[in-house]
């Protein structure tokens, strides 16, 4: 998979590029909406004898606009294009999203940014916006494109639940809800980090645990603990995990830690990646009165996510 970072005014394209099926969004969660946009943009491709691609921007445009402060994503930038490669995107643009870019027109949109790059369909949720102020709507990109290109709009779509969306997602995370998050996405809501040091505290209870140190800005579900896949080297194994911070050991500046036990497995993890992926919720975080009490709840913790994994763990 190709990835063309792009910043408005653009260098002129090749003329002689491959035409283009292009699928426009942030993606942040890359969730079955947007599997629903990027597949649509990759039937799209196949009728058009074009390149299925996708246009995503960086920063996130609520960020440059000062409607949001963001800093966590549901997928950090890799965890993004990964999804993208794992559903066969071949092309990614990348477009700088600066005060620059959002002040083009909706047609400057189309003429300095769709046109140039050889877009023969293009592709966009319900409630997509494009242009100064956002004036643009997903709509007017069929008026738009008229004898340049191909415009699909995919509907919102609908759970029983409630809708697929990335604030429905942050919710559920932020809610400790990974069962909610997993409809969602399609998959399990998963980090991934380095394996650190810690202050050996776990091992000295007997349950010796991987304290993740994350590399990329992710959005940190609920703390608490969780049944979790944790995966090293291509080797995975189930185990439990703890966000949290520890409120059990006093701290003058306790700190949020997200530490994994790996089930009936041991050994020398530091330096390694480990991607964690998220399936049930067991508890929330609490003080215990003293390491006694601590030490007997994480072993009902052990023995709840054993029984829960042979009922349910596919």
Request: glycine fraction near 8%; proline fraction near 5%.
């Amino acid at each position: 998979m190709e990835t063309i970072h792009l910043t408005y005014p653009m260098i002129d394209q090749p003329t002689d590029q491959e035409p283009i099926s292009l699928a426009i969004g942030f993606f942040d969660g890359v969730h079955l909406g947007h599997q629903a946009v990027i597949r649509k943009a990759m039937d799209l491709a196949r009728e058009l004898k074009a390149v299925p691609a996708v246009m995503t921007f960086d920063p996130h445009p609520r960020e440059v606009l000062g409607q949001e402060a963001i800093h966590r994503y549901l997928t950090p930038f890799p965890d993004k294009l990964e999804q993208f490669a794992r559903l066969g995107v071949r092309k990614v643009y990348v477009v700088r999203f600066d005060r620059n870019f959002a002040s083009l027109s909706k047609e400057e949109f189309v003429t300095d940014i769709l046109l140039p790059l050889g877009v023969k369909g293009v592709v966009t949720g319900y409630n997509f916006t494009f242009g100064h102020k956002a004036e643009g709507k997903a709509e007017d990109l069929t008026e738009l494109g008229k004898g340049h290109f191909v415009t699909e709009i995919v509907s919102l779509i609908q759970q029983d639940q409630g809708v697929i969306s990335s604030t429905r997602l942050r919710r559920a995370l932020a809610e400790g809800d990974v069962k909610t998050a997993r409809d969602i996405l399609g998959r399990p809501y998963s980090l991934e980090g380095e394996v650190v040091q810690g202050d050996q505290r776990g091992r000295l209870m007997g349950f010796p645990t991987a304290n993740l140190d994350l590399k990329a800005p992710y959005f940190v579900p609920a703390r608490g603990v969780y049944v979790v896949k944790a995966t090293m080297d291509e080797v995975s194994s189930f185990g439990i995990m703890n966000i949290g911070v520890r409120p059990t050991f006093r701290s003058d500046q306790p700190s949020e830690r997200l530490e994994v036990h790996l089930l009936g497995q041991s050994g020398n993890y530091y330096g390694k990646k480990c991607r964690v992926e998220f399936y049930h919720f067991l508890r929330e975080e609490k003080r215990f009165p003293s390491v006694e009490a601590l030490i007997q709840q994480i072993e009902k913790d052990r023995q709840e996510a054993e029984q829960w994994l042979k009922l349910f763990a596919q």
